[in-house]
């Protein structure tokens, strides 16, 4: 099993920065693609950024320019710098990552518990 540990969600004024990191670990074969999502209330969970192996990154349009995600592979630690934020940013924030399973040949979704970030305006 593959655990995922998120940290650095708070209160914080409009315009303001976080810095969210999530750790895997546990049964760590190889890791692809690792991703923020965010589920406000109310709302689906929606992809917010996402960053493959190879550092390649994909971002939502909302949060484009304002946020940067980025890995530490040595770590298997992905990061989601958050600036500018905005009151619109506001929900618990998931990680996610793909870790490949030998017992069924693909790779498997885990998720982190969340962090909520709380934006004031």
């Known amino acids: 099993q593959v655990q995922l540990v998120e940290s650095g969600g708070g209160l914080v004024q409009a315009g303001g920065s976080l810095r969210l990191s999530c750790a895997a670990s546990?049964?760590?074969?190889?890791?692809?693609?690792m991703g923020w999502y965010r589920q406000a209330p109310g709302k689906q969970r929606e992809l917010v950024a996402q960053?493959?192996?190879?550092?390649?990154?994909n971002y939502a349009d909302s949060v484009k320019g304002r946020f940067t995600i980025s890995r530490d592979n040595a770590k298997n630690t992905v990061y989601l710098q958050m600036n500018s934020l905005k009151p619109e940013d506001t929900g618990v924030y998931y990680c996610?990552?793909?870790?490949?399973?030998?017992?069924?040949?693909?790779?498997?979704?885990?998720w982190g518990q969340g962090t909520l970030v709380t934006v004031s305006s």
């Open positions: 996610n990552a793909e870790n490949y399973s030998p017992t069924v040949f693909r790779y498997l979704e885990v």
């Open positions: 546990g049964n760590i074969i190889s890791i692809k693609n």
């Open positions: 960053i493959t192996s190879a550092g390649i990154t």
